[in-house]
């Protein structure tokens, strides 16, 4: 599957614990977005990287979010000391950067409880 | 910032029927309107896409339109299939490969 892909696909966690979640976007795409969406809603924006730049995050993203992509390639999605709130499922999804053909291409999504 | 209002939230129509999903938008600089379907427990897939200097686009049974004076688009499923079942997404940006805002959802219903 050359598609993006997310690990793990299901977290459960207990409030105030730390979780970490992997985006693999497809190869040689440049720009990769996380979005949140609870139930019965549409993705929500959080951030988005130009190669390893963070280039843009939004105000959901508190301080409590951090997201890196360190060489440009896979992503990681860190939330520290979870809150029931952050139960959502995290998507994430790329695309090629070139203005004519900039599709975003989302990942299976990463379902987070916190209990 | 933009914001996306897309009706209805449900909608069920017979087999071989057609369906229709609206969505209005804010920001008149958006200018890149993608819709996405998205089936139970999968990831929203792209099923087509418009952008500002078209007024309309077709591929098979689907078509989008766009109307840039009323900031409004819709979506267009002709000869509906049990298949088409699903939760449709539309989203406006203000250029593709910015982040996107989406409706809140239509959940589409073909009965057999």
């Known amino acids: 599957d050359t598609g993006v892909s997310q690990d793990p696909r299901h977290k459960i966690t207990k409030r105030g614990q730390n979780v970490t979640f992997r985006c693999d976007p497809i190869s040689e795409h440049n720009r990769l977005y996380w979005y949140r969406q609870t139930l019965g809603q549409g993705p929500e924006f959080l951030t988005y990287f130009q190669n390893e730049a963070q280039l843009e995050k939004s105000r959901l993203l508190s301080d409590r979010f951090s997201a890196e992509r360190p060489k440009g390639s896979f992503s990681t999605l860190e939330i520290q000391r979870t809150e029931q709130g952050d139960s959502a499922m995290y998507l994430c999804?790329?695309?090629?950067?070139?203005?004519?053909?900039?599709?975003?291409?989302f990942g299976p999504g990463t379902r987070l409880t916190v209990l | 910032g933009e914001n996306v209002e897309q009706h209805p939230s449900t909608l069920s129509v017979q087999e071989g029927d057609s369906a229709v999903i609206k969505c209005t938008y804010s920001d008149s600089a958006s200018n890149y309107f993608p819709w996405y379907k998205q089936e139970l427990g999968k990831r929203p897939q792209l099923i087509i896409d418009?952008?500002?200097?078209?007024g309309e686009k077709k591929d098979q049974r689907i078509a989008v339109t766009l109307n840039k004076t009323a900031k409004h688009f819709s979506l267009h499923i002709t000869e509906t299939q049990p298949e088409d079942s699903a939760v449709y997404f539309c989203?406006?940006?203000?250029?593709?490969?910015?982040?996107?805002?989406f409706g809140t959802g239509t959940s589409l219903t073909v009965i057999p």
């Open positions: 999804a790329s695309s090629s950067g070139r203005i004519s053909t900039d599709t975003q291409y």
């Open positions: 418009i952008r500002s200097n078209v």
């Open positions: 989203a406006a940006s203000i250029w593709t490969g910015n982040q996107f805002y």
